[in-house]
Structures are given as structure tokens and as C-alpha cells.
């Protein structure tokens, strides 16, 4: 079964306002995580990426933290803009990449 | 745009027929990945490729097989086509030993089984 999971399927959020995506796993022996981006229409697009080592994780107006107590990671976006309109999915490195379903993320302008 | 290029773009297939997908990687990687991805989820792993061979596969039975050339370009075949493997195919490229969950994904094959 997965062991990475979004907890919405979707979320919109108001143009410049901040977005935050929640996603949980189950295995506590999971060490590192990633947050990918799908536009419609193409592949999945990496954002950024945490190892259990740390619980906070910063790029370009993304944000990822990670709760290991509660098994759950978030990805924070910062003034939403148009074109952060995607599907997101949290994955976590298992000998392979391991996907959840994706959270759809709608501007609202 | 990643580099990895992926074709055909979208095919149509009827049941028990057999398919092919080709996948260029990007320039400098020589690892392959392949997922399928069915509308509304997230991509499922189907196996990797590294120096030719298979390393790595999900849930997927035999009749998905790939091959990965010297070139490090790639290709998954699927036989006994079945309505349930209509889905987004998609193809990712990386670097082995790079201890990144970063990789590289083309755009990839629709495939429509009637």
C-alpha cells in the first residue's frame, strides 16, 4: 500500500495569499522526502526535497517542514501566484521514488 | 524543460495488443525510470533501469518489460494489453549513485486501450 498520503485532493487558495499542502506517512524509518509539481499537461517537476535530519527546508518562495514525531510533512507556498496552479505530491525515497495521490492546488484570482 | 524526451505522445491501443514506449534521457544520466500514472493518481513505479538492467521493480507483472540501450535511452513494452493499463506512461531520467530524489520526467505517452 502507500506510504505517503495528501489529506486534501484539493485546496484553493486566493492570489498572493500563502498555500500550504499536508501530506503523512507511515513509516517511521523514512528519512527523506520530496515535493513534486505536475502542470497540466506534463511530468512531474521537482521543488524541493528534506532529509529526517532536519525539520525545516527553504527555496524560492517554498517552504517544506517535516514533523517526524507526527509523521507528517508540509509544503508551504509563499503570495501564491497563477502559476503555481498544479497538482502536488509529497514521495519519499523507499529504493525508489514513492508517490502519493496529489493535491490540486486552484488560484483564485 | 528537462531534456527527456518521450514518444509517442499519445496512441491508441486495442485489448490484447502490444505496445512500445520510447524514452530519451537527459544528456549525462544514465538512469531510467518508469511510472505509470492513471488519471487523478500519483505516478506507480513500474521498474528502473541502470547499465542495461533492470533494477528495481514495482507492482507490475511480466508482461511490462523494458530495455535500456548503451546510449542510456530506453524503452518499456507492454503485451496483452488490458483496459486498465490506459494511463499516462511516464519516463524519468537521473543519476545513479546520486543520492537525490530529484528526477527528471518527460512529458509522457498517453496510451488509450479500447
Known amino acids: 500500500g502507500e506510504s505517503v498520503g495528501l489529506h486534501l485532493p484539493t485546496l484553493s487558495v486566493q492570489e498572493g495569499d500563502n498555500s500550504i499542502i499536508n501530506c503523512a506517512y507511515s513509516?517511521?524509518?523514512?528519512?527523506?522526502f520530496i515535493w513534486y509539481k505536475q502542470e497540466s499537461g506534463k511530468g512531474p517537476q521537482f521543488i524541493i526535497d528534506?532529509?529526517?535530519?532536519?525539520d525545516k527546508r527553504q527555496g524560492q518562495r517554498v517552504t517544506v517542514l517535516l514533523n517526524k514525531t507526527v509523521k507528517h510533512l508540509s509544503l508551504q507556498i509563499a503570495a501564491t501566484q497563477p502559476g503555481d496552479s498544479a497538482v502536488y505530491f509529497c514521495?519519499?525515497?523507499?529504493?525508489?521514488?514513492?508517490f502519493g495521490k496529489g493535491t490540486r492546488l486552484h488560484i483564485l484570482p | 524543460e528537462t531534456g527527456v524526451t518521450q514518444s509517442p505522445t499519445h496512441l491508441i491501443k486495442t485489448r490484447g495488443q502490444q505496445v512500445t514506449l520510447r524514452c530519451s534521457s537527459q544528456?549525462?544520466?544514465?538512469?531510467v525510470s518508469w511510472y505509470q500514472q492513471a488519471l487523478g493518481q500519483g505516478p506507480q513505479f513500474i521498474f528502473q533501469?541502470?547499465?542495461?538492467?533492470?533494477?528495481g521493480r514495482g507492482n507490475f507483472p511480466p508482461r511490462f518489460s523494458g530495455l535500456q540501450f548503451p546510449n542510456y535511452s530506453s524503452e518499456l513494452n507492454v503485451n496483452a494489453l488490458e483496459l486498465d493499463d490506459s494511463a499516462l506512461y511516464l519516463c524519468?531520467?537521473?543519476?545513479?549513485?546520486?543520492?537525490?530524489?530529484?528526477?527528471?520526467f518527460g512529458e509522457g505517452s498517453r496510451l488509450t486501450v479500447l
Open positions: 524519468a531520467s537521473s543519476l545513479w549513485h546520486a543520492n537525490t530524489g530529484e528526477l527528471f
Open positions: 513509516n517511521s524509518a523514512s528519512d527523506y
Open positions: 528534506i532529509r529526517s535530519n532536519m
Open positions: 514521495a519519499e525515497l523507499d529504493d525508489k521514488i514513492i
Open positions: 544528456s549525462g544520466h544514465n538512469t
Open positions: 533501469y541502470y547499465r542495461e538492467e533492470e533494477n
